[in-house]
């Protein structure tokens, strides 16, 4: 083989090489990512199907109910109302009427299946977009 040959050999080797990582690394960011969702848009269809996201707002009061290590609630931005079921074990800070978020999916039913549950961190903390879901919400 010629220098020249070894040369693009190498080139190309490097280039293929370089996009099997790029398109491994996208794949992983993508199926990593949590898009964040309102009550609001999820009752309007909005929310990715058969993917992740997280839902945030107010748990609604008197709507806790706990069955053994199952829990279920309703997440609200005061215009729309989700049913949300989580198996685990709940925060500390995770109280009716205030902010929290959940990460999970969308089952066949309409009940949101969480994985994870986000409290707030303090007595005035609630994500940015819940704030402002909830400030629209309520000017409606």
């Known amino acids: 083989m010629k220098p020249r040959q070894k040369r693009i050999a190498i080139i190309v080797g490097g280039l293929a090489s ?3 990582a ?6 992983a960011l993508d199926s990593n990512i949590a898009l964040y969702v309102t009550p609001t848009e999820v009752a309007a269809g909005k929310a990715p199907q058969g993917k992740a996201f997280r839902i945030g707002g107010l748990v609604k009061e008197g709507s806790i109910q706990r069955n053994d290590m199952t829990v279920r609630f309703i997440m609200t931005d005061t215009a729309k109302d989700i049913p949300v079921a989580f198996t685990g074990i709940l925060p500390d800070l995770f109280k009716e009427g205030k902010g929290a978020v959940a990460q999970g999916k969308l089952d066949a039913g309409g009940v949101f299946v969480a994985s ?3 409290a707030k961190h303090d007595e005035n903390y609630m994500p940015p977009e819940a704030k402002a879901a909830v400030d629209a919400a309520q000017k409606k």
């Open 22 to 27: 790029a398109a491994l690394l996208l794949n």
């Open 116 to 118: 994870e549950v986000l």
């Open 18 to 20: 370089l996009g099997i």
